[in-house]
Nanobody
Framework: QVQLVESGGGLVQAGGSLRLSCAAS????????MGWFRQAPGKERELVAE???????NYLSSVKDRFTIARDNAKNTVYLQMNRLRPKDTAVYYC?????????WGQGTQVTVSS
């Protein structure tokens, strides 16, 4: 089992920045991927960004030039630096850890961007 603890959400004005963190603990495999999803009211959950243990990254096209995902393998922590935030980025952001055909989810953290 893997447990995830997220932090860093909040309220910010359009154009501002936030950084999300997600720390994993438990039985963590050396080969894994950590990422962030988001879900806005009435919409499906979508992948925002993901980083594999080998450093490979994947981004949602609408955030690629504004968000940066990074991981600290020693701390089993993934970060999402979100710059130039837009009202459309408002959502609950969920951390996901994926390994050995299993996925684990964080509890979610609210990000609200005001116009």
């Amino acid at each position: 089992q893997v447990q995830l603890v997220e932090s860093g959400g909040g309220l910010v004005q359009a154009g501002g920045s936030l950084r999300l963190s997600c720390a994993a603990s438990g039985s963590i495999a050396s080969i894994n991927a950590m990422g962030w999803f988001r879900q806005a009211p009435g919409k499906e959950r979508e992948l925002v960004a993901e980083v594999a243990s080998d450093g490979t990254t994947n981004y949602l096209s609408s955030v690629k030039d504004r968000f940066t995902i990074a991981r600290d393998n020693a701390k089993n922590t993934v970060y999402l630096q979100m710059n130039r935030l837009r009202p459309k980025d408002t959502a609950v952001y969920y951390c996901r850890h994926r390994q050995s055909f299993a996925s684990y989810w964080g509890q979610g953290t609210q990000v609200t961007v005001s116009s």
